[in-house]
């Protein structure tokens, strides 16, 4: 299926779905294979709560030591916090805004936690985790997107795999093989593959490289494109007047930088070619 094909080809996208994926610029198949988590963390990584400090972005595999308990504070804000144990401590889970989570942890399961951990109310909490059932087959690798409101992380993980059981091997690279060899680029399909499923964080910025170095090759052959059509443009050519330049100089109340003067003396020198001039002048404002 064409990569520019709508995502609602996808079984379980409907309108719903589609109108959600819209608001963070995914319309397309394609769109969902570059779409690139910002952030990977390693499971082999994982710590116990003793070794982590606030603010830490943690991975910790523990198991939920007491029944989960929701409380609604207000209209549109709840709770839900349980007590996680990893062996050696006992902490604090806590997701806000998130009731249906209550329904959802179990008593006595084990489960990765990965998210910011808050040690500045007595016990070690996290917030808000990302989690991977224990005892269900893990990935070595957890992938995190910048996503909207409406759909979890592990949704739209699992949408990206159902497009890769369908879109595998079958992608055509548009960067032949000789060339990707010359500068150690994987293949496209190998690219995208580890860059939501990485089997380490290595492979996956591997994968992140591959796919950033194509993006800038296509800006900068599309620059490249623009360049050689403006040169077939034809534009009047304008001869200065050396003796009226100087009479300007001397009318201005400062000196201009040897900077300045060598960029007034090249834009002149394109206003005598008979092609269109682009030109971009940045430079600090003084005081």
Known sequence: MPL?????????????????????????????????????????DAKYLSE????DEAVVRAAV???????????????????????????????????????????????????RVDANRGIKQIQNPILEKADAELMPVICSYKLANGIKQKAFRNLVRKVLEQELGSISDVLPSSFRKRYGL???????????????????????YR????????????????KKENEKLKANQYIIDNRMLD????SLKFELTSAQKRVISEIIN?????????RL???????
Do not use: W
């Open 4 to 44: 520019n094909s709508s995502i609602t080809t996808i079984k379980g996208v409907g309108e719903k779905r589609r109108a959600i994926l819209k608001k963070i610029g995914i319309e397309t198949i394609g769109d969902i294979l570059y779409h690139a988590p910002f952030k990977y963390r390693q499971i082999s």
């Open 52 to 55: 982590l400090n606030h603010g």
């Open 65 to 115: 030591s007491s029944k989960p308990i929701l409380r609604r504070m207000r209209r549109n804000f709840s709770t839900v916090t349980f007590d996680i144990y990893d062996g050696r401590t006992i902490g604090r889970c806590i997701f806000f805004n998130q009731p249906y989570m209550a329904k959802n942890i179990f008593e006595d399961s084990s489960y990765i936690f990965i998210g």
């Open 186 to 208: 994987p293949e496209i399909n190998y690219a995208f593959e580890h860059l939501h499923f990485p089997d380490s964080v290595k492979t996956a910025n591997l994968a992140k």
């Open 211 to 226: 796919l950033s170095f194509e993006e800038m090759l296509m800006f900068m052959s599309a620059l490249q494109n623009i």
């Open 247 to 250: 009479k300007y100089y001397k």
């Open 270 to 278: 394109n206003m005598k070619q008979p092609f269109v001039m682009n």
């Open 281 to 287: 002048l940045q430079g600090d404002v003084g005081s």
